[in-house]
């Protein structure tokens, strides 16, 4: 549960930090690295769900330790502090292309947290499942992908 809460609080004191982390003339260079840096996350959050999925699926066949390792992988990433990733004024509005971040993301603290707890918390059980064999991987990652949905459905420019 800590897990959870060190990333929801991380966003949410994003939002609240103003520009000042993109005000000392380098605003663009740092905007992007921090986009770049939060897709570079998302990108490791997909790979290790593509194992678990392509598992889950039977399109990958299952290996308990190639499980474990890709939930355990999942549960690290949903409890490492993002607050850097997400400074003000790093959304497509002001960014483009760039980011497909709604601005929304940066004015619903609560609901970001929410959603940042409800994937700790699904990527923990996840985690302790997923090693267990076929069921309990079945039966872990329909959490964890609606707690990615439900944060990507409202806060992420549809592809």
Not at 16 to 45: E, F, W
Not at 76 to 103: E, I, K, R
């Amino acid at each position: 549960m800590k897990t959870g809460i060190t990333l929801a609080t991380g966003l949410a004191f994003a939002a609240t930090l103003g520009t000042a982390a993109l005000s000392d003339g380098h605003a663009d260079k740092a905007a992007l690295a921090a986009v770049k840096a939060r897709q570079a996350t998302m990108q490791l959050y997909a790979f290790n769900l593509g194992i678990l999925g392509g598992m889950a699926k039977g399109a990958i066949e299952y290996n308990a330790d190639a499980a474990s390792a890709a939930a355990t992988n999942l549960a690290s990433l949903s409890s490492m502090n993002q607050m850097a990733m997400w400074p003000p004024g790093t959304d497509n509005g002001a960014l483009g292309d760039a980011t497909a971040a709604l601005p929304a993301i940066w004015n619903d603290g609560g609901k970001v947290m929410e959603a940042g707890m409800s994937l700790a918390t699904a990527s923990a059980a996840m985690a302790e499942a997923a090693g267990g064999g076929l069921d309990g991987l079945r039966g872990a990652i329909g959490a964890v992908g609606k707690s990615c949905g439900g944060c990507h459905d409202t806060y992420r420019k549809p592809k």
